[in-house]
């Protein structure tokens, strides 16, 4: 077993990593297109998001506390479901990923200097890689730096709005603005933003007492999450109102421009920069984990298994995919890779539920899970068309993929 990776992570420094995941550039990013969808009935579709992505949670910790081992839903779709819905869940979560990488990234060169944005996202990328092949406890170590920076920047947009702006509770009014469809399609977009409490699951095998540290760590990292989403959500509705949120692509700085505040706008966009690197260390340790266990398996290319013999990280996969994200970054226009790793996302967390499900347990626990996969597939399918058909089409195409695999080599 010297190929296997140590148990380093406590329950603080996995509920860290899931924070560094969820509280980032969502927060940042999320409620512009949210508020185009929903207008001021983004609440209620941030409260959706919310159900649905604790419904996954729950079914997340129990299927983690039974498996604690690198890989998350892809683990869990194998040994419940069968191997190809393993591989479905592995397939979704690396691809839907590695388009919200280039996406951080991305707009981490926007905020920082924009007339530098890609060259700059490239260098975060290589910055990024180096630090998580170092080790795991490193990782946790600045993530927790990044996570207090944020919510301290946060902290000051609700001071901003509520102190230094003109808010007003008519602005918090339901206005049916898209109906129950994009309502939905808002919750969606919003669920992107609350999707990483899963990081801590595909850490498994890095996490000291998982039957105790990962039902514990997932629940408290959504509910600081959810706390913090639903104070900045209020704060800038009732300050700005939706149209102007969705009018921005920064929509935390145009609260702040809106308030006498304005001197602080600088210091929301190095918030917004600091969140994007958060988000993207996180997300390049949980995909690289991932392909780690599909190498393992014979999924993907054997030599991505590989474990570096003195930092036990799974390096060989951490450097494949920064490559892999920063040659899109460096090409693609990917200011549709939010819709596109969402859907991918709610698939992947569909998997997880429908496992969550053959589980043996209690009436309450099969009704939570049922209701989580049924959550997502109705936001999957409401999310624009678009997002909706690439989705379809890499999904298919990683189909195809498994096929091959299995007539070349036999059932993996």
């Keep these: ?40 009935d983004i609440t209620v579709s941030l409260a959706i998001a919310a159900l649905v992505a604790f419904a996954n949670a729950m079914s997340s910790a129990r299927l983690a506390a039974l498996y604690p081992e690198s890989g998350g839903t892809y683990v869990y779709g194998r040994r419940r479901l069968g191997n190809f819905w393993g591989y479905a869940a592995g397939w979704s ?52 730096v990044i996570v207090a920076a944020v919510l301290a920047v946060l902290t000051g947009v609700v001071a901003a709005a509520l102190t230094g ?11 049916g603005h898209g109906g129950v469809y994009g309502i939905l399609q808002a919750a969606g977009i919003l669920f992107f933003a609350f999707a990483g409490y899963a990081r801590i699951a595909t850490l498994g095998e890095e996490v000291r007492n998982p039957a ?30 939706a149209p102007t949120l969705a009018a921005s692509t920064a929509p935390l700085r145009t609260v702040v421009d809106h308030t006498s505040w304005s001197a602080f706008a ?26 780690f266990a599909m190498a393992a398996n014979g999924e993907l290319p054997r030599p991505l298994a590989r474990v570096h013999a003195r930092h036990r990280v799974p390096h060989v996969a951490e450097i494949t995919i920064g490559v ?6 460096a090409t693609a226009d990917l200011r549709g890779a939010i819709g596109f790793s969402s859907f991918a996302v709610l698939v992947y967390y569909a998997i997880a539920n429908a496992s969550a499900i053959t589980l043996r347990g209690s009436r309450r626990h099969a009704a939570l899970a049922s209701f989580g ?30 096929g091959a695999i299995v007539r070349a080599h036999g059932p993996v």
């Design 93 to 144: 979560f690396v691809t839907g990923k590695i388009a919200s990488c280039s996406a951080m990234a991305l707009t981490f060169g926007a905020y920082a200097v924009p007339s530098l944005a890609r060259p700059l996202a490239l260098g975060l990328i290589v910055g990024l890689v180096t630090v998580n092949c170092f080790g795991v406890q490193k990782t946790a170590r600045l993530t927790r």
């Design 1 to 40: 077993m010297s190929g296997r990776l140590d148990r380093r992570l406590g329950t603080g420094d996995a509920i860290i990593v899931g924070l560094g995941a969820m509280i980032g550039a969502g927060v940042f990013a999320a409620f512009g297109p949210a508020a185009q969808a929903a207008g001021s």
């Design 324 to 329: 892999i994200v920063a040659t899109i970054t």
């Design 212 to 241: 105790r540290t990962i039902p514990r760590a997932i629940p408290a990292a959504l509910g600081i999450t959810l706390v913090v989403y639903g104070t900045v959500a209020v704060a800038a509705l009732s300050t700005v109102g």
């Design 266 to 291: 600088p210091v929301v966009r190095i918030g917004a920069a600091i969140a994007c690197a958060g988000v993207l260390l996180s997300l390049l340790a949980g995909i690289s984990r991932t392909v």
């Design 373 to 402: 996969l049924a959550g997502c597939m109705v936001l999957a399918l409401a999310l624009p068309r678009g997002s909706v058909v690439a989705g379809a089409a890499v999904l298919g195409l990683g189909a195809l993929v498994y």
């Design 165 to 175: 702006g003109t808010p007003a509770a008519s602005r918090l009014t339901l206005d």
